[in-house]
């Protein structure tokens, strides 16, 4: 499947709206049927085109959420209210309904099964979704590398995947998952709701010593701030891969 | 051939004005930026014409706006094909901080703070038709949008008129600024869709 | 103010024109001698362009600019890319 990934010059393909549900109020686990998908891995994105009749043209880029599963690729989209092309795939787009996509890109941030270093994850927002591929993928494999997860987000309404995350802290061998809440704690929360900092990191994150692998996704500030604090704890720079989606 | 969004229209307005080709109305003001956003301090701050000769002629942040200014409302047009309709503004028209300068030059390079340039005719600077402007909306310039001054020059698609405006420097041949080498036209004027070379 | 992406939004665009993905090549930075990644680099996308830079000095290294039918690739700011091929 990686072989497929990396190798010919890309294109766009007609995909169509496989199903849409509610992931939270604000956002929507989207799957697509596409056609001839080469597979992927852990980490990729994708990016999306929509164009008006007129020939008005826009393109985004999606982090994968899914395991490789055939020819289905799941997105999470967060809706962003004054956005041009998340509230169309969110609110717009039926089932059935066709736009162009192409992918998958981006061979940096991604987890590769066969390597054996432990992993931190950690998430500011939507940015679970290609954290949440490589949890998938962990599972999928039988993988017992140690993961684990700190995902940060305003309110406990706003975590995406809740029941999944939660069945998999559970099951997963190996999986720790930490959320940490910005805005409101749920009720009877061991800690007040707050920015995450070193401590944090420091304590639900693999010690630099381990020589983790740390993943980190999410807005531009969130992953600029969390990629400073894993520097500046000693972890080597080039192990600290960041996905910013602005 | 793309496919066609059904019910995909974008963030955009219809207009009830015409547009140059290929553009599209939008009510906000779109940031765009291809760098960090310079923070400059008016007190550090200084507009430096040079000309092929050599001459330079520098401004202070007070000499500049004590020098008469003017209030413009005009139109303006993205080359990534949004317009915004009558966009007020104030500055000091290029035709006074030009005035004593002695040049052969017929081409412009403009820079800014950051690191940014562009090219354009020096007859466009001219004649009412560019300023260095620091206002916008009547509020001060914010750096977003090239405060503390930008160039206007809003006959040219708008990456010409550069944010954070350094200086210019009047040369004999043309040479192609930023957008300019990497296949953005020389001149760029909207209603001719000139938005690439050789468009 | 925060306003750019990692290098890793280059690839989809990168991918159009080449046949290997050039965000796991490792650059070095023509101004500041900074080698890394072209994933690591900082995008800034809102523009008429896709406009990379140096992490290290934030002088610009990569330019890519896509018209309807061609595309121009600016590369001053790169001394040279290493591209990892299969074999």
Known sequence: MARAAVSGRLTWRVSSLASSDELTSSARRLVFEVPGWPGHLPGQHVD??????????????????????????????????????????????????????????????????????????????????????????????????????????????????????????????????????????????????????????????????????????????????VSDVFVALGHDPRRVRTERFG | MPIVSPGFTGRRQS??????????????????TAGPTPRVPTDRWEFTVSTEAGQKHTWSWQQLIELPAEKITTDIHCVTKWSKLRTRWKGVSLDVLLEDVETAADFALVHSYGGY?????????????????????????????????????PHLYFWKSAKWVRGIQLLLEDEPGFWETAGYHDYGDPWREQRYQGD | MSDHVDGNALAGDLREIFAVDLTVATGQCAGCGYRGSVATLRVYQNAPGLVARCPHCEEVVLRLVRAPGRAWLDLRGTVSLEIPLSS
């Not at chain 1, 020939?55 to 599963?69: C, F, L, M």
């Not at chain 1, 998430?123 to 590398?145: F, T």
């Not at chain 1, 995350?165 to 930490?178: K, Q």
């Not at chain 1, 704690?185 to 995450?196: H, T, V």
């Open chain 1, 48 to 225: 999306v085109r929509l164009t008006a009749e007129d020939g008005y043209s826009v393109q985004r880029s999606y982090s994968i959420s899914s395991a490789p599963d055939g020819n289905l690729v799941e997105l999470a989209v967060q809706r962003v209210d004054d956005g041009e092309v998340s509230p169309y795939l969110c609110d717009v787009l039926t089932v059935g309904s066709q736009l162009e996509l192409r992918g998958p890109v981006g061979g940096w941030f991604v987890w590769r099964a066969t390597d054996p270093a432990p992993v931190t994850l950690v998430a500011g927002g939507s940015g679970i979704a290609p954290l949440m591929a490589m949890v998938r993928v962990r599972a999928l494999e039988g993988s017992r590398v140690p993961f684990r997860l700190v995902y940060s987000v305003r309110t406990p309404e706003d975590v995406m995947f809740a029941d999944e995350l939660r069945r998999r802290a559970r099951e997963d061998p190996g999986l720790d998952v930490r959320l940490v809440y910005t805005r409101r704690a749920p009720e009877g929360s061991p800690e007040p709701p707050g920015r995450l900092g070193v401590a944090t990191l420091n304590t639900y994150g693999w010690p630099a010593e381990f020589n983790p692998h740390v993943f980190v996704c999410g807005p531009t500030g969130f992953v600029e701030t």
């Open chain 2, 117 to 153: 340039t562009t090219n354009l005719p020096l007859e466009d600077l001219l004649d009412g038709q560019a300023w260095i402007a620091y206002r916008y909306d009547d509020d001060d310039l914010t750096p977003e949008h090239g405060g503390p001054a930008r160039l206007l020059v």
């Open chain 2, 15 to 32: 207009p009830d004005v015409q547009l140059p080709p290929g553009q599209y109305l939008t009510e906000d003001f779109p940031v765009l």
